[in-house]
């Protein structure tokens, strides 16, 4: 993953399992705490995303002080 430019990371995944099934988000995760990156999940995201939706992951970002976005979305 190399540097990252932030301090806390919003990482948006689908709704879906096969992230977390097939090792993704582990993987992730796993760099993300090698760059000493803070970071929240959001994986309400389901195909063709709903404006709600967008709108609800903004405010989560911003509620949880993340100042930058890792989206992972298969």
Do not use: W
């Not at 090698?34 to 509620?63: C, H, L, M, W």
């Amino acid at each position: 993953m190399g540097a990252v430019h932030g301090k806390k990371a919003l990482v948006v995944i689908s709704n879906g399992k096969s992230t977390r099934a097939n090792g993704y988000l582990d993987r992730l995760e796993n760099e993300l705490k090698q760059s000493k990156a803070e970071y929240i999940i959001f994986d309400k995201v389901g195909s063709n995303p709903t404006k709600p939706v967008v709108e609800e992951g903004g405010r989560f970002a911003k509620e949880n002080g993340c100042d930058f976005i890792v989206a992972y979305l298969i």
